[in-house]
């Protein structure tokens, strides 16, 4: 399945894109890309969440590409340590529970949708989630 990937923020009221995240497995190990909109964003007319930069949202620091790949490269000073992940997804039967405006939901993990959202069981029915912050992951 195509896992979410997109990495948004909210603008006036509404989702944008700010960048994503591309994954690829080699030798056992996750590769991970990362693009983020720093100074401009292309112009891609009728997305569904229309791209953004960090510019554009008011950023008090948006660095220089060079910059910032010297700063990633300094952090990651040994590759060769496997680390525990800073996050995980869900599994399928899995409770979980996120914040909409008319409060907290909610449900059980179905699993993965093609699409990249996650389909979950709620009380009112199947929803298909594309963003948000999970709470009850253990």
Wanted: proline share 9%.
């Amino acid at each position: 399945p195509k896992w979410p990937n997109d990495l948004v923020a909210r603008q006036e009221g509404r989702l944008v894109k700010l960048g994503g995240i591309l994954g690829e497995m080699r030798s056992g190990r996750v590769l991970l890309g990362l693009g983020v909109n720093l100074r401009s964003a292309p112009g891609i007319p009728g997305r569904a969440i229309p791209p953004a930069c960090l510019a554009e949202l008011g950023a008090a620091w948006v660095p220089e590409p060079g910059t910032l790949a010297r700063l990633v490269l300094d952090l990651w000073d040994d590759l060769s340590v496997t680390r525990p992940p800073a996050f995980r997804w869900p599994g399928e039967g899995e409770r979980i529970a996120w914040e909409e405006e008319a409060g907290s939901v909610q449900g059980r993990c179905l699993g993965w949708e093609e699409d990249g959202r996650l389909r979950v069981e709620t009380p009112q029915g199947v929803r298909r989630l594309s963003a948000g912050d999970l709470r009850g992951l253990g």
